[in-house]
């Protein structure tokens, strides 16, 4: 524990977190996955952004309110009583798999699918081995999406015990994108997706540490300051689940991506309004700036 606390700094684990994403297995699209040959050989993530929070932000405990995402939700030292730290990674979506599905204009692409499902297996298993990381140097860790506590509501069913919960309820007990919002890595948008510096299309995941790290310092005040609400999300969605006022109905985009497995399965997706967008490799505000 003496030498993690002399040595472990943000500087190191960003360092050690790009290091790590060409060196955990499962980004390289294989057929050893049961995916279509054709597509073997494609890396599905880049590098991932790393973001840093603190565990005792205020905003965990307003995520509790019901308009925002629920009781339901909880709070870092919930998961982990010594968490100190909450560390965000958004990792971005290649290139290949981006223009895959771009011109698409109903259903995800067929490599879009691979990387919400084949793809999310990779960043559970960087997760995990990030939190061994930590470990190997004395702290606690957590990886709260891969904890057996972890639970998904949809359709107003999947955690017991609150009242609170309606049909059209929709969330988790973590959201990634609201811990990513903590640890400045960025804002919503209309489609309720999160832009980062390197855009929308991609996925996030999070440790928890008893490290205690600087937060680093958000440049935002709003929750949609990187939105330019220029529609193009509205216009993608095939399911029109978008609203250009109240934004997007999760019930309907949810009908549509269960819908796609009837395409991909058992793989399923969309992701339409995260490509052929203005946010989906960068953060529009910069052009709007530039």
């Not at 793809?119 to 860790?141: C, D, V």
Request: proline fraction near 7%; glycine fraction near 8%; hydrophobic fraction near 35%.
């Amino acid at each position: 524990m003496d030498r993690a606390l002399k040595t472990i700094n943000k500087e190191t684990i960003r360092a050690y977190a790009k290091e790590l994403w060409s060196r955990v297995p499962g980004n390289i699209l294989s057929e050893d996955m049961g995916i279509d040959p054709r597509y073997s050989g494609i890396r599905m993530y880049d590098a991932p952004l790393v973001g840093f929070g603190s565990a005792n932000d205020p905003l965990f405990q307003t995520y509790k309110a019901p308009d925002v995402i629920g009781p339901w939700h909880m709070s870092p030292n919930e998961w982990l009583p010594e968490a100190q730290t909450v560390i965000s990674f958004f990792f971005p979506t290649s290139e290949e798999i981006r223009k895959s599905n771009r011109q698409e204009e109903q259903i995800a692409s067929t490599l879009w699918a691979y990387a919400r499902i084949e793809g999310q297996n990779y960043i559970l298993a960087y997760t995990e081995a990030m939190a061994a990381w930590f470990r190997e140097w004395g702290y606690e860790a957590c990886v709260p999406s891969a904890d057996p506590r972890w639970q998904q509501l949809t359709a107003g069913k999947g955690i017991e015990g609150y009242s609170e919960i309606q049909e059209d309820s929709f969330g988790s007990r973590w959201s990634e994108r609201h811990a990513a919002y903590v640890c400045a890595m960025g804002t919503f948008g209309l489609s309720k997706g999160f832009i980062t510096e390197k855009g929308m299309a991609g996925r996030f995941g999070s440790v928890l540490v008893s490290a205690a790290l600087e937060p680093d310092p958000r440049p935002f005040t709003g929750i949609y300051d990187n939105c330019i609400h220029c529609l193009a999300c509205v216009r993608r969605c095939p399911a029109k689940a978008i609203d250009p006022i109240h934004g997007k109905n999760h019930m309907i985009c949810g009908a549509h991506i269960t819908a796609s497995r009837a395409v991909h399965a058992p793989r399923y997706g969309c992701g339409l309004c995260q490509t052929g967008v203005p946010c989906e490799s960068q953060n529009p505000i910069r052009l709007k700036k530039a």
